[in-house]
């Protein structure tokens, strides 16, 4: 079977598991309020809902591995997806909410004031120092380790507040993703699980940073300060494929190819003027290069662990 009898099987399959989500979205479109009956009727599509999830992620991972093009679909998905499921949680949550001890009586005032204090809440929060992020898939593992150790898993600081920050430290596309979630302690969790399931993916993250390295800018002239932030841009990237476990201890050839095309002519040939032999040199070779023609810089910064 060829590549375009495999994507038109795959994209049938795809159009089955959106046709049944489909379904389920007009179901829950035409209801405004849950009883106890439709509560459980909500319950079952939401556990079908996620695996219709799984389903999706599964053909659509398939179909971008054929045609890299077909990407877009993915994004309408999930923005439907999670759009639903909040949705589902929005109906579901006055059902689950604990209910007033009789002893206490009902004042509209005081109740109207509690819900807006716990959705809405005005008070100003402490100024933290958080990370941002844009939606750029290599700042993504920075900007979780910071945001999970310093507000996500500290019990101290509410739902509602949790979201709030969250909201504050996202600009770009990741804005846009949770953007429709208004600030309330339920929507914090989805909103969290909104951002985890879009960009907490390992893929995309290596092939991120891999392209980073390819795309460094060529030098045009004999210029340090350019060819140190090339060498520094080189460095923070197959750092962090380190930490995504790729086996960068050996990339040394690959790396030194794509490092030196960046060279200008003629700090190519002092390159290549100071290597001698027929094997591929390797970092440590390049912590002993010396350009004179730029000052006699000597490429330290290269000397990093890389394994």
Same mark, same amino acid.
């Given at each position: 079977?060829?590549? *375009?009898?495999?994507? /038109? ?12 989500? &489909?379904?389920?979205? &007009?179901?829950?479109?035409?209801? $405004? ?7 459980? +009727? #909500? ?8 695996? %219709?999830?799984? +389903?999706?992620?599964?053909? +659509? ?16 998905? @999930?923005?439907?997806?999670? /759009? ?5 949680? @929005?109906? #579901?949550?006055?059902? $689950?909410?604990?209910?007033? !001890?009789? &002893? ?8 109207? *004031? ?34 999970? $150790? ?10 509602? +507040?949790? =979201? !709030? ?9 990741? $804005?846009?993703?949770?953007? *429709? ?6 929507? %914090? ?5 909104? #951002? ?21 800018? /060529? ?29 960068? *201890?050996?990339?040394?050839? =690959? ?11 003629? &700090? =190519? ?39």
């Amino acid at each position: 079977m060829t590549s *375009a009898q495999d994507i /038109s099987v795959l994209k049938k399959h795809r159009a089955i598991v959106k046709g049944a989500c &489909t379904r389920i979205h &007009t179901y829950i479109d035409a209801i $405004s309020f849950a009883t106890p009956a439709i509560a459980a +009727q #909500l319950e079952k599509r939401r556990i079908k809902l996620d695996e %219709y999830w799984s +389903q999706y992620n599964a053909i +659509q991972a398939e179909i971008e591995l054929l045609d890299e093009n077909e990407g877009n679909d993915r994004i309408g998905f @999930e923005e439907a997806y999670y /759009s639903l499921c909040a949705k589902i949680r @929005e109906l #579901l949550n006055p059902l $689950s909410a604990p209910r007033a !001890q009789p &002893t206490q009586p009902y004042s509209p005032s005081t109740s109207s *004031a509690f819900n807006r204090s716990e959705n809405h809440c005005s008070v100003r929060l402490p100024k933290l120092n958080l990370p941002t992020f844009s939606g750029k898939y290599d700042e993504w593992f920075p900007f979780y380790d910071s945001f999970n $150790s310093i507000i996500h898993s500290n019990a101290s600081i509410s739902d509602v +507040q949790k =979201l !709030q920050y969250l909201k504050s430290t996202l600009t770009g596309d990741a $804005s846009g993703v949770i953007s *429709a979630l208004e600030i309330s302690a339920a929507n %914090y969790q989805i909103a969290w699980d909104i #951002l985890k399931e879009r960009y907490d993916n390992r893929r995309m993250i290596v092939h991120t940073h891999i392209k980073a390295i390819l795309d460094l800018p /060529s030098l045009t002239k004999e210029d340090s300060t350019e060819l140190r932030r090339i060498a520094d841009g080189a460095i923070r990237h197959v750092q962090a494929l380190k930490a995504l476990k790729c086996p960068t *201890a050996h990339w040394d050839d =690959l790396l030194v190819y794509i490092l030196t095309s960046k060279f200008d002519p003629r &700090t =190519l040939r002092e390159w290549q003027s100071s290597v001698t032999g027929t094997e591929t040199p390797t970092f440590k070779q390049f912590k002993l290069l010396k350009l004179p023609h730029l000052n006699n810089l000597t490429i330290l910064f290269l000397n990093i662990v890389w394994c």
